[in-house]
């Protein structure tokens, strides 16, 4: 039975905690906010509840596993779950109104066709075939095994060429570059490819730069649903802080670590801000991997394998309007509505970090849950409005993508704007609007760590292996692991749950473990 030192109480941190307890070891966790969650917040003010971190679950078999796996009590017997259906409402510029039903292709496909025009939902339906074949080339060492040394088959891009046609048959043409090309090559319709380049956004990914098998994303919501835990999103983290409790996890809240302990070439615990030194046989690192080797090892630690686990694009940030309303929830209301930006070219050079680029209609996602538990009484009504924009960088002019979101009234003025183009978009909220309070990446950062308050997106094959993540296990100090957003396989709740199973698994069975068979 080992010691283990866990840094921060992150969602990642804490599923590999609970499995290593059940496990039989002593396991101790250092968070240095006053809670636990990471990024599964809460924000409350006059008995309204918000979720400030992620809104919906997807893939909530990593959670039933978990649950499983340390203890008698199924996931379903702590938190209540869900399925959001429709799975979401999609607003165009041109005045389209889409709404997509909850895993059900042929659904989807007649949808499409009803609001887009017939033949889209066969293209629609053709582009997520080719993202089933790249997860079923990826899914297993892109999730459910520790990232391999050799990394060459990550690099490549998995999505299939599509097939174009010559006189005497077919042939295959050109991989797409990114998400972008193969949304204008295989889509053609320019609302099929928002939607398609939304689900990219969301993980906070830049279309134009990401691989063409970012088109998982989607398949993977069309395929296993998206889900709402009742209570919100936070509801998830206390329940899995209670099972690692119940487990005999020791946390310790206030306590900033410094610094990994190295010893011989390996981890042998940690020093924290008082100045007091914790001992252990293992580390497991939570915080964001640039925190982590540019602040917390020691030089002489030793540089990690290539290539460096800070190579991976950071992601960009989330601005979030928190919006309490009078009256309640309309009946017939989507949980999630997408409303998609008037002009993509405009959102992206936002994203590129110029404020005066900002556009004044970007794609914003509208959750709605409706969740009385969330209400001070059942007639008012919640709203949380998200947009993906650039990082914090204190002092940053907007120039060469950095942003001080902080200064010069900039979130205000974006907040005013992201609020209309609800209403050019048809959504009545602005009249209801009891308060309003308005989150950016800064808010972000001061509460989580994470530099800048950027979103780290889950790890993708393709691009020379440019988004994947930092190995789960440090390859130059032994008994140092990783887990979390900025660690394989990378972001969004599903991933950084994976990513606890991933490092649970290297320390109960050995560094050559190679993952559940």
């Known amino acids: 039975m080992a010691r283990i030192a866990v840094i921060g109480a992150g969602t990642g941190a804490m599923a590999a905690a609970a499995r290593l307890a059940v496990a039989g070891h002593r396991v101790a966790v250092y968070e240095r906010a006053e809670t636990y969650g990471g990024a599964l917040r809460r924000f409350e003010r006059d008995g309204f509840g918000f979720d400030t971190g992620p809104g919906l679950l997807h893939l909530p078999a990593v959670f039933r596993d978990l649950f499983i796996k340390t203890g008698k009590e199924p996931l379903e017997s702590c938190v209540a779950l869900e399925q959001a259906d429709p799975a979401s409402r999609h607003l165009f510029a041109d005045g389209t109104d889409l709404s997509l039903p909850g895993t059900s292709r042929a659904g989807v496909i007649r949808a499409l066709d009803a609001a887009l025009g017939a033949g889209a939902g066969e293209r629609w339906g053709g582009l997520l075939g080719s993202a089933r074949e790249t997860w079923e080339a990826t899914r297993r060492p892109l999730l459910e095994e520790p990232l391999p040394r050799d990394r060459t088959g990550l690099e490549r891009d998995p999505h299939p060429a599509p097939s174009g046609r010559k006189l005497l048959g077919l042939r295959r043409t050109r991989p797409p570059g990114s998400l972008a090309e193969l949304a204008r090559r295989e889509l053609r319709d320019p609302r099929l490819a928002a939607l398609l380049e939304s689900h990219a956004l969301a993980y906070g990914f830049d279309p134009r730069t990401v691989p063409a098998s970012a088109a998982v994303l989607p398949y993977l919501e069309h395929t296993f649903g998206s889900w709402y835990v009742r209570g919100g999103l936070r509801a998830l983290a206390e329940a899995l802080y209670e099972r690692c409790r119940a487990r005999g996890v020791e946390f310790t809240f206030g306590a900033e670590v410094t610094g990994v302990l190295v010893e011989n070439g390996r981890a042998a615990g940690l020093e924290l801000r008082d ?132 200064a010069g009234g900039h979130a205000e003025r974006f907040a005013d704007a992201v609020l209309a183009a609800a209403g050019k978009a048809g959504l009545d909220l602005e009249s209801r609007l009891l308060w309003q309070e308005v989150r950016t990446p800064a808010d972000t950062e001061r509460e989580t760590g994470v530099p800048g308050g950027s979103v780290p997106g889950p790890a993708l094959a393709g691009a020379g292996g440019a988004f994947l993540r930092a190995a789960n296990r440090d390859a130059g100090v032994n008994g140092l692991y990783l887990v979390g957003g900025s660690a394989h396989p990378g972001g969004g709740l599903a991933h950084t749950g994976m990513s606890g199973a991933l490092v649970a698994g290297l320390i109960v069975n050995g560094d050559d473990w190679r993952g559940s068979r």
Do not use: I, K, N
Request: with cysteine.
């Open 275 to 406: 100045g007091g030194r914790v001992a252990a046989e293992a580390v497991v690192s939570g915080v964001d991997a640039r925190l982590l080797y540019d602040r917390l090892l020691p030089p002489e630690a030793g540089a990690p394998s290539a290539p460096p686990p800070t190579a991976a694009p950071p992601g960009h940030g989330r601005f979030s309007l928190l919006l309490a309303l009078r009256g309640p929830r309309p009946e017939g209301t989507a949980h999630r509505t997408v409303l998609h930006a008037a002009d993509p070219a405009t959102e992206r050079a936002g994203l590129d970090g110029d404020f005066g680029s900002l556009c004044d209609r970007p794609t914003v996602t509208v959750l709605r849950p409706g969740d009385p538990a969330l209400l001070p009484d059942a007639g008012q009504e919640t709203a949380v409005l998200s947009v993906t924009v650039p990082p914090h960088a204190p002092g940053g002019t907007g120039a060469e993508g950095t942003l001080d979101w902080t």
